[in-house]
């Protein structure tokens, strides 16, 4: 059974950082591309970030560009979202979500046969002070 | 960015009727969308992917066809477990964007 686990959310003051892991078991890690969605209270899906299997392509809605960070650690099967300069408009549960691409974001490169197909359960991240 | 609009933003159904959701694209998208169904509190499942391409485990009652900038979504004889928000989602270019969601109540 393929879960992914998020971690790391909770309350933070506006301005300040926080990092966000999601930790992947039950598939192949290296075989997928992985993203950060997010959903604010009451409101829709939004596309934070993606990754590419080997770190290679980077993408982030100009939202967060800036002040966000994606990396991944195959060897730990675990993708990470460091946030830094965090605002009040940052505040939503954030999924974790993977794309079986190991190419997602290339430049030229067609999109791929699907989107996310997996989900964590999301972690929430509220800045207030 | 490509904006994806949806129409309804909430529906109100029975059981057993047959539901269309409409997502159209600001620019054509071929056929690089997916849609997906999410209860409260949970994560979105995939439900339809590449326009018309349903995902392993979704009961065929669900369709989704279109190409372009239009496409829809189809729920043949609504069952209890389909009352949710239903969310559209271009993957064509970047930033990947989603339909402000349609919520599909019991009437």
């Known amino acids: 059974e393929v879960q992914l686990v998020e971690s790391g959310g909770g309350l933070v003051r506006p301005g300040g950082s926080l990092r966000l892991s999601c930790a992947a078991s039950?598939?192949?890690?290296?075989?997928?591309?992985m993203n950060w969605v997010r959903q604010a209270p009451g409101k829709g899906l939004e596309w934070v970030s993606s990754?590419?299997?080997?770190?290679?392509?980077?993408n982030y809605a100009d939202s967060v560009k800036g002040r966000f960070t994606v990396s991944r650690d195959n060897a730990k099967n675990s993708l990470y979202l460091q946030m830094n300069s965090l605002r009040a408009e940052d505040t939503a549960v954030y999924y974790c979500?993977?794309?079986?691409?190991?190419?997602?974001?290339?430049?030229?490169?067609?999109?791929?046969?699907?989107?996310?197909?997996?989900w964590g359960h999301g972690t929430l991240v509220t800045v207030s002070s | 960015d490509i904006q994806m609009t949806q129409s309804p933003s909430t529906l109100s159904a029975s059981v057993r009727d047959r539901v269309t959701i409409t997502c159209r694209a600001s620019?054509?998208?071929?056929?690089?969308l997916a849609w997906y169904q999410q209860k409260p509190g949970k994560a979105p499942k995939l439900l339809i992917y590449?326009?018309?391409t349903l995902e392993g485990g979704v009961p065929s009652r669900f369709s989704g066809s279109g190409s372009g900038s239009e496409f829809t979504l189809t729920i043949n004889s609504l069952q209890p477990d389909d009352f949710a928000t239903y969310y559209c989602?271009?993957?064509?270019?970047?930033?990947?964007?989603f339909g402000q969601g349609t919520k599909v109540e019991i009437k």
């Open positions: 620019h054509s998208i071929n056929i690089w």
């Open positions: 590449k326009a018309s």
């Open positions: 979500a993977g794309v079986p691409t190991m190419f997602q974001g290339g430049p030229r490169l067609p999109p791929p046969e699907k989107s996310f197909d997996y």
């Open positions: 990754i590419s299997s080997t770190s290679g392509y980077i």
């Open positions: 039950g598939l192949t890690f290296r075989g997928y591309s």
């Open positions: 989602q271009q993957y064509n270019s970047y930033p990947w964007t």
